[in-house]
């Protein structure tokens, strides 16, 4: 049941945000009483942390999946841009936890140094195995990489180009990759 409760409240995050959605909908939803919620989870701001806790659990996963991979490294880097996650996190979300999750902000920082750091590491080992050149300045192709990993949660951008997240950072990749890779 904790899990559904989880679920439900993920739905209802990516439809309404951190703050709007409610324990009622959530009751309603899986026509459980609010009493059953409580059984599992002290209070809303609870479920939040649940829901922050496995979606940064899986990306990690993912990443640390990715890592492992028996492929080239350009396909290790962009098996973490596009790493999976158990819940979608919507941009305007991301916005929300910065100004009233702190903790589950920090968490998502922690997230996003780890995954950066798994990239340098892997760019640093596409430079000496002669993959990429060696006067790319890692920092900005790493901030690069991190930030093509969100377009895919840019809703407006993908609807108004008529583009699928895959497609989107399959293109962004391209782009980069063809601008590093040695001929």
């Not at 936890?97 to 780890?114: C, G, H, N, V």
Request: glycine share 2%; with cysteine.
């Amino acid at each position: 049941m904790r899990e559904n409760i989880v679920d439900t409240a993920a739905q209802l995050i990516a439809k309404y945000g951190l703050k709007k959605f409610t324990l009622d909908e959530i009751a309603s939803e899986l026509q459980i009483s609010k009493k059953t919620i409580y059984q599992h989870f002290q209070s809303k701001n609870e479920i939040v942390h649940a829901y922050f806790s496995s979606y940064i659990e899986s990306d990690k996963k993912s990443t640390e999946e990715a890592l492992t991979m028996n492929c080239s490294v350009p396909e290790k880097i962009h098996a973490i841009v596009y790493s999976t996650h158990h819940y979608i996190l919507p941009i305007s979300v991301l916005e929300e936890t910065k100004q009233f999750y702190p903790d589950e902000w920090a968490s998502i920082e922690e997230l996003r140094q780890f995954k950066l750091d798994a990239t340098q590491g892997l760019l640093k080992q596409g430079i000496n195995l002669g993959v990429f050149r060696s006067d790319i300045n890692l920092s900005v192709l790493s901030k690069m990489l991190e930030k093509i990993s969100r377009m895919f949660m840019d809703y407006d951008f993908l609807l108004e180009n008529r583009l699928k997240p895959r497609e989107a950072i399959d293109e962004a990749l391209k782009i980069i990759f063809d601008g590093i890779l040695r001929s």
